[in-house]
Each structure stands twice: as structure tokens, then as C-alpha cells.
């Protein structure tokens, strides 16, 4: 019996080990599978597909090149064009090309920069494009006086149609080619965020700080009256010293822009799209290719709810900014300052005075993007930030209402019949404070919305281009509107900037009541699939 037990122990031990051989054989595979699936999640996990942050620096970069051109147009075109004879209330029509321009470019090149095939990348190439089309834009809008004289305008007459028709062309080439450049910049940020959502809001944030540098420099040379002596040439019989600070300005942004497009695409490479869809090849489902149109609209159908109110937030919060920004400077030369386009003098000084408050709001802004993450993480979330902001919005552009009364109220005369003297120091003070102020819901404006889009858009099947596409028509639809209604609106209220300015803290503050009670927080979900990965980062 002890020799049957012990002959029975030893086939079952050989039967066991048989056993245990096969299963550690298959436990092999099981594991070599584990570890092959493992290596492709880890692959495509945030941490593996994202870039370095110095390359996303450097292409952020490329904003303050973008935004310097941007601050000449808020600061000096509306005053510039009314220099060539157009009127205050139709002012507002010929920023209508902007937002028409982005309303078409900005989807279609977010589309067809996810689909490029170049070998030098799917969004270096529009950037590339977009830089060089800035450069013939500015040159026209600088030059659009002279250009005008050389046609045929009189210099003695108020309206000269040659020059206003050279200045709309370059204004339209300017609007298309900046967006060109911001979209698909931002769409380079994201791929090189790979899928890390806390690095597309580093990115973002670098973005928005990087703007914030662009107008501060642009501000400056702005508000700066001698300018135009580095370059003595631009002051000529249809240009006077404005007109040539402006062109000088333009000078300047131009050598800026070229130097941050070819150091960031020098420096910076992208993945072909060949590259990009052999990473993809393991995926089971691909996605249907569309034509554009369709693309477009199925981009629209399959965005979630959150989206959609995102986008209803984004387009309120920009009818509240876009009066300000429109006709920040003329408010400060006809209001705050009483001076009267074409005076010569007290507009100017108004106008100047503008475009240094201006600069303080860019340090403003630039100082505050460096803490978005900061306060989102302070305040409970991106969405309670935008929020709160918006209401301090609202706060600032009611409180121009006070200033523009209390300059009228105090409206000096050396004379009875002569021009009055600029407003007293603690009305300039007043109107400088609510500048600078504002710097701190611009900069959020700037970074959570396009953060938070690409947070939602996850899920939406559209590649980057398309859904930031997606998101600037939120943005470029108020344009429009705010566009053709700021001019009427104001003359229905006698004139003046204050009206839309009024209607813009009206939609400040319901644009910060769906921030914060209707928008969506990212899904649970969301948060608990990133740490996982990173847990997942940290064990491999």
C-alpha cells in the first residue's frame, strides 16, 4: 500500500509538474500577450506620445509674433480708418471681414491640416503659409494711404475710396492669413501634448502667455510717437506721422513673426500623416473618410452635450468682450478724453493713452496666465474660474459707464468754444485701472475654453484642426454680430461707445452664469482613465 501510495504520489507529482509546465508555458504567453498589449497602451498613453515642453514653448511662441499684429489692429486701425474718411458707425462694418474670414478659413484649414501629406508635417505647412501671407497683408494695410494717393485720392478730400479699398483687401488677407497661423498652432500644441489633458493646458496657458507678451510689445511701440524716425522713409505726403508710426509698428511685427515661425519650425518637428496612421494601424475601428462638408457637419452632430454648452459660454463671453476690444481706444479719445477724429490733438492723446492701457492690461494678462492652473486648482475647476471671471468682467465694463459720466462731468475749458483740456489725473487713473483689470478674465478667455474643448471633443471623432475649427465659430459668429450691430446700436442711443459696451456686461454676466451652473465638469470618468494611465506610466 505504502508502495502503490508512493508510486500514486510520484505519477501525480510528474502529472503536476506536466501541469505546471503547460500552464507556465500558456502563463508565458498570457503574459508576452500582456505585456505586447501593455506596450501598445503605454505607447499610446499621455506620457509616451507627448513631445517635450520646450517644443511646445517654442511653438506657443509663435502667438506673441501673431498677437503683436493683432494689438496694432485693436489699438490704431479703428482710429486709422476713420483717418481715411470712413465714419464711426460704419467703422464696425469693416471688422466684418474678420470674422466672416475666420468663420470659412478656420474650419477648412483645420480639415485640411489633419489630412496633409506633406513631408514637412500636416500643420508646418499652413503655418508656414500663414506667416507669409501676414507679411503682404501688412504691407497693404501700412501702405494703403499711399497706395490710395498713388491711384487717384485727393488729400483734400475727407473720403478716400482708393486707399479704404487697398486697407479692406490687406484687412482681409491679415484676418485669413492670422487664422491660418492660430489654428493650426494650436492643433501642433495638442499633437505634441499627445493625449495628456493637464499638458494641453500647459500648453494653452503658454499660449495665452505668449499673447500677453505680443501685446504688451505691441501696445508699446503703439502708444510710442517717434517711432516712425528708425524708419524716416514712411512718412510721406499721404501718410502723416500716424500713419507712418503705424507702418513703422508693422515693420516691427513683421521681423517678429518671421523670427518665432522659423525658429519654432526649424527646431520643432512634426509627425508626417504617413506616420501618424502606421501607429494606428492595430486600431480596430477607423474612422470614414467625409467630405469636408460632411466632416463638418458630422463633427456637429456628434458633439455631447457639454460641448455645446461650451460653445453657447464661448459665444456670450466673446458679444461681451469684442465692443471693448473693437473700440477700446476710441472710447478713451472720445469719451474719457472729449477729443473728435481728425482733431489733430486731443484724440490722439486719447488714443495713445488707450494703447498704454492696453499694455497694462497685457502684463496683466501675461502674469495671470501663469497661475491659471493655480486658481482652476483654487477655486474648484476650470469652469468655476470662467465663471467668476465673467462677473468680474461685467463689473469692468459697467464701471466705463461711470468714467465716460464722470469725465463729461468734468470737462475742462480754457475758453468757452475752444477744445476742452484732457480729463483730470484721476480719471485717467480710473479709466488705466479697468484696463489693466481686465488682463485677468482675458487671460483665462484665452486658455480654458480651448483646454476644455479639447477635453471634450475626446470622444467627437474629429481631429484637432476640425474641432478648434469648431470651436472659433463660437467665437467668430458674436464677431460678426457685434460687428454689424455696435455701429446702429450706438447711434440708436445717440452715439458713443458706452451702449455696446453696456450690452457687452449684460452677456459677461449670463455667460457666467452657465459657466458655472449649466457647463459641465469632465466627465468622472475622464479623471479616473488619466490616473490610471499615469499609474500605469509610473509602474512601467
Known amino acids: 500500500m505504502e508502495v502503490e501510495t508512493a508510486a500514486s504520489s510520484n505519477s501525480n507529482n510528474n502529472n503536476i509538474n506536466s501541469s505546471n509546465n503547460i500552464n507556465s508555458s500558456s502563463g508565458n504567453k498570457a503574459k508576452e500577450e500582456q505585456g505586447t498589449k501593455s506596450s501598445k497602451s503605454t505607447s499610446s498613453s499621455p506620457s509616451a506620445n507627448r513631445s517635450p515642453l520646450r517644443k511646445i ?159 504688451v510689445l505691441g501696445f508699446a511701440a503703439g502708444s510710442y510717437t517717434h517711432l516712425y524716425q528708425i524708419f524716416p522713409f514712411t512718412k510721406s505726403k499721404a501718410c502723416d506721422v500716424y500713419c507712418a508710426n503705424l507702418k513703422s509698428c508693422f515693420f516691427i511685427s513683421i521681423a517678429l513673426l518671421l523670427f518665432l515661425t522659423i525658429l519654432a519650425l526649424s527646431l520643432v518637428k512634426e509627425k508626417t500623416l504617413d506616420e501618424s496612421s502606421s501607429e494606428d494601424e492595430g486600431d480596430e475601428e477607423k474612422p470614414v473618410k467625409l467630405p469636408f462638408i460632411g466632416e463638418l457637419v458630422g463633427a456637429f452632430r456628434g458633439l455631447k452635450k ?63 496666465s501663469l497661475g491659471i492652473e493655480f486658481f482652476s486648482r483654487a477655486l474648484g475647476g476650470a469652469k468655476r474660474l470662467w465663471g467668476i471671471v465673467n462677473f468680474f468682467l461685467a463689473i469692468c465694463l459697467t464701471l466705463t459707464v461711470l468714467i465716460t459720466k464722470l469725465a463729461h462731468s468734468s470737462r475742462r475749458y480754457n475758453a468757452p468754444g475752444q477744445d476742452p483740456l484732457p480729463p483730470p489725473t484721476g480719471i485717467k487713473a480710473g479709466a488705466l485701472a479697468i484696463f489693466a483689470a481686465l488682463g485677468v478674465p482675458q487671460a483665462v478667455t484665452y486658455s480654458v475654453p480651448f483646454a476644455l474643448a479639447s477635453i471634450y471633443c475626446d470622444t467627437s471623432g474629429a481631429g484637432q484642426g476640425l474641432s478648434l475649427g469648431v470651436l472659433n465659430l463660437s467665437i467668430v459668429v458674436p464677431q460678426m454680430l457685434v460687428s454689424v450691430i455696435s455701429g446702429p446700436w450706438d447711434a440708436l442711443f445717440g452715439g458713443g461707445n458706452l451702449p455696446a459696451f453696456v450690452l457687452g456686461a449684460v452677456s459677461a454676466l449670463f455667460s457666467g452664469i452657465f459657466a458655472i451652473f449649466v457647463l459641465p465638469s469632465p466627465p468622472a470618468d475622464q479623471v479616473k482613465n488619466k490616473m490610471a494611465r499615469s499609474a500605469s506610466m509610473a509602474f512601467h
Open 306 to 368: 457639454p460641448m455645446w454648452i461650451l460653445l453657447l459660454v464661448t459665444a456670450l463671453n466673446w458679444i461681451a468682450w469684442f465692443p471693448f476690444l473693437l473700440f477700446d481706444t476710441d472710447w478713451m479719445g472720445r469719451e474719457v478724453y472729449g477729443g473728435k477724429v481728425n482733431d489733430g490733438g486731443l484724440y490722439d492723446k486719447g488714443v495713445r493713452a488707450g494703447s498704454l492701457g492696453l499694455m497694462f492690461n497685457s502684463l496683466v494678462l501675461g502674469f495671470t
Open 57 to 215: 514653448v517654442l511653438v506657443a511662441s509663435i502667438a506673441a509674433g501673431v498677437q503683436f499684429g493683432w494689438a496694432l489692429q485693436l489699438s490704431l486701425l479703428t482710429p486709422y480708418v476713420q483717418l481715411l474718411g470712413i465714419p464711426h458707425t460704419w467703422a464696425a462694418f469693416v471688422w466684418l471681414c474678420g470674422p466672416i474670414s475666420g468663420l470659412l478659413v478656420q474650419p477648412i484649414v483645420g480639415y485640411y491640416s489633419d489630412r496633409c501629406s506633406s513631408r514637412f508635417g500636416r500643420r508646418r505647412p499652413f503655418i508656414a503659409a500663414g506667416t507669409g501671407s501676414v507679411v503682404i497683408a501688412v504691407f497693404l494695410i501700412g501702405f494703403a494711404a499711399d497706395l490710395g494717393h498713388a491711384l487717384g485720392d485727393s488729400l483734400d478730400k475727407k473720403t478716400k475710396p482708393r486707399a479704404v479699398g487697398v486697407f479692406v483687401i490687406g484687412f482681409w488677407i491679415l484676418d485669413v492669413a492670422n487664422n491660418m497661423l492660430q489654428g493650426p498652432c494650436r492643433a501642433l500644441m495638442a499633437d505634441l501634448s499627445g493625449s495628456d489633458h493637464k499638458r494641453m493646458r500647459t500648453a494653452n496657458a503658454a499660449y495665452s502667455f505668449f499673447m500677453a507678451v505680443g501685446n
